[in-house]
């Protein structure tokens, strides 16, 4: 309960810390969030602050987002800390390989954070990507928190939660009444926690500090739950991907049993990374899962290549190196993810925006090594065939001259060569 915030902060105090609609500036599935079919509502602030819908009933006490510390002192969205920079359209279609996309971008003395949200229609989780670009000879050492007071099924309290038992958490929340508030580990795992009390948190973050990796598993706490990424001393962007999910199940997940299940966003029956379901039974960059037991493939298109993919360019276009299947095209050569293609002159396949390939890079017969046209020859075919062009003008290959004609009699005959007299 709160009732003592009426005695230590008095009137004004609690007017900033009740409870309050989000300052919706961008709303993802505007529609859900009113029950059990219908998943999550996100409502996303310009401020960097997020409020979440589901059942009819927030998640958050308040509308929460990340907290940022530069050296000793800590911002948080929540407060409205932060300098609102932009704030993308939602953008996708809801689905699995077109997810609802936002993207906010804040700022505090002279860093920015580029927070984006991912939503599939219907989940009852959702993808987090932080982005901290320094400032140009920055120097201060950065301490990244996600921490929020919980509020679930409509109520304040709950017990903490997190898988594994021992070690660092890569699942940690809240439980209430067979709800679950986690956070789920991503690309990084963070290096400190807490789920406890809501308020000390939002201290710690404030103050530069380290969380206490408390953990009060009593199920009438007013819980909060934290997690922080300590970057150091950054001079390139730090990403940082996770999860948040907000799933009901009677009894925890067990991942890797081949069963679905609360806030498993898949189950594929094991516990191996690199398959589409990661050993936290979440699903992997790259790839769509289904069912349960979880069957999982590729997403071609996405931009991130995996598994069998020998690339994905972000398109399911034909013709630019990279196929609707994601297989490289003939004549093309593509790297990274997501790939970038390029034409291999010299292969003996005339693609893309090669003038001519016949099958060499050497200058000089008709083709250049840079798959060019050269100047007085004329080229066609895959491979090109190459052809001195006479009466251009241009004396190259075996022609003994080119005046610029193909008339006979003036010295140099249609076929180029020298007539008898004539030097």
Known sequence: ?????????????LLLLAPAAARADATINPTGGTSSADGLRIEVSTYGAFQIYRNGQRQLYTDEGLCLAIGGTGYCARSYAFTPVSQTAVTGSGTASSPWTVTTVIARDGYSIAHTIRYVAGDLFFDLEAVVTPPSGATATIKLYHPVDTYLSGGDNGAAFVQPATGTP???????DGQYEVFVVGNRLWDRYYSANYWPPFGVATSGGDLSNELDFNTYVDNG?????TLGAITTPQTIRYRMSFSTVLTPPVCGDGTKAGFESCDDGNTTNGDGCSALCQIEDGYACSGSPSSCATVCGDGIRVGAEACDDGNTRAGDGCSGACAIESGYACSGSPSSCATVCGDGIRVGAEACDDGNTRAGDGCSGACAIESGYACSGSPSSCATVCGDGIRVGAEACDDGNTRAGDGCSGACAIESGYA
Do not use: D, F, K, P
């Open 170 to 176: 890569t699942v940690i929340g809240v439980t209430r």
């Open 1 to 13: 309960m709160r009732s003592w915030r009426w005695i230590v902060a008095g009137a004004l105090s």
């Open 225 to 229: 739950v934290a997690v922080q990424w």
